[in-house]
């Protein structure tokens, strides 16, 4: 592939089909060819796959070799590891992490693929109707990855490029750090007042002066307890993010361990408030029977 | 006093009338006689009471000995001080202390005072049109107490006492969790994208996904940076409210931090964003010329 354009005989692969990475493959129309590798994945990624539109190249040796830019979506833990493993098989294309990772894995990610690296971030749901979700990508080949995905529902967008930084991943990271972070500071004020049996009237005085908060607290409980699970590892990576910006690590500590104590929401189809603050009550440090 | 009632000769002493107290003290036209006591104080402070058409009885025993009620209303750090010294007075009426204290503060008031002690909480900006500020009181003598205030542009608002709890204080400590907390969540966001160089992408990716975040993060730095000395002191004071009551001090801890560093904005007519992040930055522990 030309280093600075995308042709109509560009091939991509994608690693691996969640339903995030399925919604940017079934989006990258502007592709010739859209590929993965079935080796070891699970019933619910193949049908995914298919469903995508993808043909199946069978092992990761296979999707490398016949891929022109490969675009890894996994769990953040997962990034690095499939990065070296794509990177043993001599891959020599595009190698887009669209994860959500600090910038310190995006940075350890970079150092195995050099200038053909693009750092990537997805911020909105799964990609399945226009203006809901964005791609950004940085790096110096990112604006002419964009064609890949013209016309999709998939807004792509490309990043300037900084001397030291990921600056899609930071994007990423910034932009929960406020959605997830707020949200966990929202349930532990609501936590307190409640405690102190003045939950009632800080409900009221919101209604006064804070308009839309009560139904922000009620929105969070029932949206963020059954994700708390995994919302747990992402504060700490961001917390890891702040503390080497020089910048205070505490909000997202705090947002980590919120989280941790309410990760038995999985699962659970919309807790209301009073379940979640419950729950934080049981699960407090001076509590009977404490779990930790 | 009759403990459950307020009539037109009760006589009701304020210490000490900054600007809030002296709001609070123009708006007790319910009461018969409105007292304070200005020996220790400054020119400023005299001021305002003459303007809040408060009466001098001069020393600190004086004002015990005519009134039937006290508001105390004074830096947080000074409020167990002053119950203190209004307790050694051998003072016999009712004390309120509406001061933004952690509930064990106020657990420290309520001692000296037993059951003539209201909680007490002020949420908004000193009272001078109906509508913007609520005192809230907790005690058994509450309910009686808001007559003092009947007709005024302060909104009085009665709480039903816990057992063990100071509702009063754990709301204004909840609400201010929430709205200092996240205004400082929300500079510590700012920063991270920035020191990416990825702000620009971030304040986009908001207009389309978060609107107002944009225009908040200005309005915060611009309003908050000059107040940033004095909230460091009430975050503390709430992670430690947060921790005794076995939820997640770190947010706060991390608030504390932030407003730390930006102490030196005080007196300094609102900012903008730009000079905040960029204090930030240079006030990082790993920035050259660290300031702490």
Redesign the interface.
């Known amino acids: 592939m030309s280093k600075a354009t995308v042709t109509a005989v560009t091939t991509i692969g994608f690693l691996h089909p969640g339903k995030m990475g399925a919604s940017l493959a079934a989006c990258a129309t502007g592709a010739a060819e859209r590929l993965w590798a079935s080796a070891g994945r699970s019933p619910a990624t193949a049908t995914r796959a298919v469903t995508a539109g993808l043909v199946d190249v069978g092992s990761l040796d296979e999707l490398c070799r016949r891929s022109d830019v490969i675009v890894s979506i996994c769990p953040p833990s997962a990034a690095d590891g499939v990065a070296a493993e794509v990177a043993a098989t001599g891959f020599g294309g595009v190698y887009i992490d669209a994860n959500a990772v600090s ?1 310190a894995t995006a940075q350890r990610v970079e150092a195995r693929f050099g200038d053909r690296y693009i750092d990537g971030g997805v ?2 749901p799964p990609a399945e109707r226009p203006g809901t979700t ?1 791609l ?1 990508l940085a790096g110096p080949q990112a604006a002419g990855l964009a064609p890949l995905w013209a016309g999709s529902a998939l807004d792509v ?1 490309a ?2 490029a ?1 001397a030291d ?4 991943s ?2 990423k ?3 929960a ?3 997830k ?2 949200n ?3 349930l ?6 409640s ?4 939950l009632d ?2 409900r009221a ?1 919101w209604e ?3 308009p839309g ?1 009560r139904e922000r607290s009620d929105r969070v409980a029932a949206g963020s307890g059954p994700k708390a699970w995994r919302f747990e590892g992402e504060m700490a990576e961001i917390a890891a ?2 503390a080497a ?14 989280y941790h104590r309410l990760a038995g929401f999985k699962d659970h189809p919309a807790p209301t408030l009073a379940e979640i603050l419950a729950t ?2 049981e699960s ?4 009977p029977g404490d779990a930790g």
């Open positions: 910038p911020i909105g964005r950004y967008r990043l300037s900084t930084g990921a600056p899609a930071t994007l990271m910034a932009y750090a406020w959605t972070g707020s966990a500071l929202l532990a004020v609501n936590a307190l007042a405690q102190a049996g003045a009237a800080l005085e006064l002066s804070q908060l993010t702040m910006a020089g910048l205070p690590e505490g909000f997202h500590r705090g947002a980590e361990e919120l934080l009550a407090s440090p001076g509590a």
